[in-house]
């Protein structure tokens, strides 16, 4: 088996199951939250959005809270070199897609039995 190929960690199919249903959920509460934003005539031009994103400290603190554990979740894919060059369809689905969905993805995907 190729190092390549090895999974990060060994765990079971109810396990893999359960990353699967979170990053599935992960895509689609955020995005209803999303569409509903965009719907109402919100946009991603960056006054608009950031204004939005840090509109009071609440908003602020969990705008920072996702933006830094993202980035931290993009550092350790860059970290892990194991997973070779496949691994990087994770950072851009972290910032354009979301990182509640990233995050479990990228473990269902490093998880996967070795073929």
Do not use: E, K
């Amino acid at each position: 088996m190729n190092r390549r190929d090895a999974p990060a960690v060994h765990v079971g199919p109810a396990l893999r199951a359960l990353l699967l249903v979170l990053a599935l959920v992960g895509l689609v509460l955020p995005w209803w939250f999303n569409l509903r934003y965009f719907a109402g005539g919100g946009g991603v031009a960056p006054g608009a959005f950031f204004g939005a994103a840090f509109a009071n400290p609440l908003t602020t603190a969990i705008t920072l809270d996702v933006y830094l554990a993202a980035l931290g979740f993009c550092v350790g894919v860059a970290l892990d070199r194991q997973a070779g060059a496949r691994r990087w369809w994770a950072p851009p689905l972290t910032f354009l897609v979301g990182l509640s969905f990233a995050l479990p993805a990228y473990l269902w995907w490093r998880t996967a039995p070795p073929r």
